[in-house]
């Protein structure tokens, strides 16, 4: 008998990771084989909070996650599944930094696109990208690590090309999506499911998995933004033609809500968030419900403010998409929909029109996947199992 209480079994199980501010999750997901038109399925799933603090301390936040990590870890151990063949780990704002960097290459004479010069590129611009962000760990006694690169544009001679090695040309261009984390932080993640797990470890970011599942699911929709508002940070991106060409994040997310009902209505974390809760269901006593909703009017608007500037900045270089792919905690996503739907939203960001929301939520990824009798549907942890199916099999 195996250490898990049952004999491994012939599936390719994987383990899903999603580390965010405001929880840890952790799936135990089954991948069919490549070229399979069978659906990947959730075996097993869990998460664990990572309780708001009313003032942000980077260690503490880091003990709290890393606490709630090795919960997680736990849970997936015993649940009987198997042992997976790899641990995909999604790292959600604030745990990671991201940037898209246009690479071009060109010569007055043709020139064959080989593999060695893509690897060039590629390499060249990532010790770029790596020494943008050594200064600012290195002030904070750490060191940066990248965690991600993925081509998700190439141009040859202004075309794209989804074949592009062996064949002539005389300009390339690629678009290349780099994210980078702190070695302290990676580090001791890797620690602790090298404690539960001896498989491989690989990390992404959370961003560039909505991106890309938004981009599968809505193939008519090339042009969009993409947000993520986690518990500390709302993470955003805009894709033009298919290419996530901007990302920015700004330090305002769900914890906000907390923070705010909790300071001014002087109310203890369990009661503030059991009035959330009743409050999003529309189950608040009236009285208690107009004083709720006053607080969170508040909040709402400082939310979209700060939203818009971001917005609003990466318009300098970019027109805006009027398309947005929004996803958040599942209790408060149509609150925030809601938010972005607002007149004032389109007058921030000098579009002067209204913007089309469409939440990220369970029922639009359901037809895609299957989730086990009785197993947790946890929104992150299925975008990422999808996102797992689709780019990483």
């Known amino acids: 008998m195996s250490f898990f209480g049952k004999k491994p079994t012939p599936k ?38 990572l309780y708001y603090q009313n ?7 880091l003990a709290a996650m890393l606490q709630s990590l090795d919960t997680v870890l736990g849970k997936l151990r015993e649940s009987g599944e198997g042992i997976p063949s790899r641990v995909h780990t999604i790292l959600a704002a604030p745990w990671y930094a991201s940037q898209t960097r246009i690479v071009k ?3 007055n004479v043709d020139f064959v696109f080989s593999d060695k010069l893509w690897s060039e590129l590629v390499e060249k611009e990532s010790r770029a990208f790596e ?28 075309y794209p090309s989804k074949d592009p090695i062996g064949k002539k040309t005389r300009e390339v261009e690629l678009s290349l999506y780099l994210s980078i984390s702190s070695e302290e932080v990676t580090t001791n993640i890797e620690e602790r499911i090298n404690t539960v797990f001896k498989s491989p470890i690989t990390f992404s970011s959370f961003l560039f998995n909505l991106f890309a599942v938004a981009r599968d699911i809505f193939p008519n929709e090339s042009n969009f933004i993409v947000a993520d508002i986690g518990g500390e940070v709302t993470d955003v991106g805009v894709a033009k033609n298919d290419v996530l060409l901007d990302t920015a994040s700004f330090p305002y997310g769900t914890n906000m809500l907390a923070r705010t ?3 001014k209505l002087d109310l203890s974390k369990h009661e503030t968030s059991a009035y959330l809760h009743l409050y999003m269901e529309g189950k608040l006593e009236k009285r208690m419900h107009a004083r709720v909703d006053r607080v969170l009017e508040k909040v709402r608007k400082e939310w979209l403010m700060q939203f818009a ?46 913007f089309s929301v469409i939440l990220v939520n369970k029922r639009v990824l359901a037809p895609y996947l299957l989730v086990d009798g009785g197993v947790r549907r946890d929104l992150f942890l299925m975008l990422e199992t999808l996102f797992i199916n689709k780019h990483h099999r």
């Open 105 to 107: 290459y060109a010569k």
């Open 261 to 263: 009902l909790s300071s």
């Open 309 to 354: 500037k971001t917005l609003d900045a990466m318009s300098k270089d970019l027109s805006l998409p009027s398309t947005i792919f929004l996803t958040t905690d599942e209790e408060i996503l149509q609150w925030f929909g809601d938010t972005a739907l607002r007149e004032e939203f389109a007058q921030y960001t000098h579009t002067n029109r209204p």
């Open 55 to 61: 003032e942000l301390n980077f260690e503490t936040f």
């Open 12 to 49: 390719k199980i994987v383990a899903v990771l999603d580390i965010g501010s405001a929880s840890v999750g952790g799936a135990l997901v089954s991948i069919p084989e490549q070229n399979s038109h069978e659906k990947p399925e959730i075996l097993f799933a869990t998460r664990q909070p």
């Open 131 to 158: 020494e943008v962000f050594l200064k600012q760990y290195s002030e904070m006694g750490d060191k940066a690590r990248i965690i991600e690169g993925k081509n998700i544009n190439i141009l040859l001679n202004g």
